[in-house]
């Protein structure tokens, strides 16, 4: 398995442009994660998606950030418009889960977008 | 909602010593309690978990302790060499959380020749 998939890698775009941040999670995993880190707050959970649906947007910072997950194995964060407090590592996690049995599994990480707004 | 904290923040020990990171929880009724190491410039990974019904469980030269009662949990490294200096971060779920972990903030562990 390539394990989750995460573009660009990196990112430096000028402040007030448009940026997307891409995710492919683990095939068969159904929930899905978006976090920022930053030395300063350290690791923020954005959103998750369950089944595509999201879950959980309380920690999205301000209406300048949104998140699509059009189907189980693609999702989307995208900041429009950028500022330079954006500059963070934005990690995607995919995990499986499930309301029975055992409900928690491991989140794995993509490597991570490093976003740098000037 | 679930608020988890750490301590240190940094730890510094000799190869070969053991090392303690402390972590406590909010919500009473958190059951899932993961550990994470982020190596420099890495994505971050699952160490060891331990779930609500078990108090220590043990993976080779790391194990995790939890207190339900007063909602505390470590991990513990012994034998500490240079390849565990990492951040370790602890997080907690609870139940119908969806999954959803709170992280702590994070411990940079460094270890000394």
């Known amino acids: 398995d390539a394990g989750v998939i995460q573009s660009p890698r990196h990112e430096v775009t000028e402040m007030g442009q448009e940026v997307t941040l891409r995710c492919k999670p683990i095939s068969g995993h159904n929930s899905l994660f978006w976090y920022r880190q930053t030395m300063m707050r350290g690791l923020e959970l954005l959103i998750y998606f369950n089944n595509n649906v999201p879950i959980d947007d309380s920690g999205m910072p301000e209406d300048r950030f949104s998140a699509k997950m059009p189907n189980a194995s693609f999702s989307t964060l995208k900041i429009q418009p950028s500022e330079p407090r954006d500059s963070a590592v934005y990690f995607c996690?995919?995990?499986?889960?499930?309301?029975?049995?055992?409900?928690?599994?491991?989140?794995?990480f993509g490597p991570g977008t490093r976003l740098t707004v000037t | 909602g679930e608020n988890v904290e750490q301590h240190p923040s940094t730890l510094s020990v000799q190869e070969g010593d053991s090392a303690v990171i402390k972590c406590t929880y909010s919500?009473?009724?958190?059951?899932?309690f993961p550990w994470y190491k982020q190596e420099l410039g890495k994505r971050p990974q699952l160490i060891i978990d331990?779930?609500?019904?078990?108090g220590e469980k043990k993976d080779q030269r790391i194990a995790v302790t939890l207190n339900k009662t007063a909602k505390h949990f470590s991990l513990h490294i012994t034998e500490t060499q240079p390849e565990d200096s990492a951040v370790y971060f602890c997080a907690a779920t609870p139940p119908g959380g969806g999954n959803k972990l709170t992280f702590g903030t994070g411990t940079q562990l460094k270890v000394e020749l």
């Open positions: 996690a995919s995990s499986f889960w499930r309301t029975s049995g055992t409900p928690y599994h491991e989140q794995y």
């Open positions: 919500d009473s009724a958190s059951n899932y």
């Open positions: 331990i779930r609500s019904n078990v």
